[in-house]
């Protein structure tokens, strides 16, 4: 069964005011994925979104990135070498980290060379190497991650969930 990673947002479940609940965007689509006999799994990272893998139908990946605001990514083995992407893919790539809160020095200090000299293995520690713990702010209404560094659950963990 195919495979795909993804960066995902975290959105507010209205269902559960007065409480605040947020949960990964993917889960919408949690039935369909089990449907097909698909897992997923998840690690939250920094920018208020998650690393998720999927294994479901090429149909159900295919909804899984049409979800609002989430990133297929190109490759979807750990060791594929992102040098199979093009120009424009890799741009986007370190565009993307860069909008989760990483900075472009943090980013090139991790990947000197042209992005495509490393694996996606690599380039998912990097994204996963912190977080921030969220918080709600009444005044705004808002859900913001200021709160204290932590670091999320490996890479390794969620690939081994959705074996």
Same mark, same amino acid.
């Given at each position: 069964?195919?495979?795909?990673?993804?960066?995902?947002?975290?959105?507010?479940?209205?269902?559960?005011?007065?409480?605040?609940?947020?949960?990964?965007?993917?889960?919408?689509?949690?039935?369909?994925?089990?449907?097909?006999?698909?897992?997923?799994?998840?690690?939250?990272?920094?920018?208020?979104?998650?690393?998720? *893998? /999927? +294994?479901?139908?090429?149909? $159900?990946?295919?909804?899984?990135?049409?979800?609002?605001?989430? !990133?297929?990514?190109? =490759?979807?083995?750990?060791?594929?070498?992102?040098?199979?992407?093009?120009?424009?893919?890799?741009?986007?790539?370190?565009?993307?980290?860069?909008?989760?809160?990483?900075?472009?020095?943090?980013?090139?200090?991790?990947?000197?060379?042209?992005?495509?000299?490393?694996?996606?293995?690599?380039?998912?520690?990097?994204?996963?190497?912190?977080?921030? *713990? /969220? +918080?709600?702010?009444?005044? $705004?209404?808002?859900?913001?991650?200021?709160?204290?560094?932590? !670091?999320?659950?490996? =890479?390794?963990?969620?690939?081994?969930?959705?074996?």
């Amino acid at each position: 069964m195919p495979v795909g990673w993804f960066i995902a947002p975290y959105v507010r479940d209205p269902s559960t005011l007065p409480r605040i609940r947020r949960y990964v965007v993917v889960d919408e689509l949690t039935a369909t994925i089990r449907a097909d006999g698909g897992d997923w799994s998840e690690t939250e990272v920094l920018g208020q979104v998650a690393i998720v *893998k /999927v +294994r479901a139908s090429a149909g $159900t990946l295919s909804q899984v990135a049409a979800l609002p605001g989430v !990133t297929r990514l190109p =490759v979807h083995r750990l060791d594929d070498p992102l040098s199979t992407l093009t120009a424009e893919q890799k741009t986007a790539l370190r565009t993307r980290v860069q909008a989760l809160g990483y900075t472009l020095p943090e980013i090139a200090g991790r990947f000197p060379n042209d992005i495509g000299t490393y694996t996606l293995r690599q380039l998912l520690h990097f994204i996963a190497s912190r977080r921030r *713990k /969220v +918080r709600y702010d009444q005044a $705004t209404d808002a859900i913001i991650d200021d709160g204290a560094i932590f !670091t999320p659950r490996a =890479v390794a963990e969620v690939d081994a969930a959705v074996a």
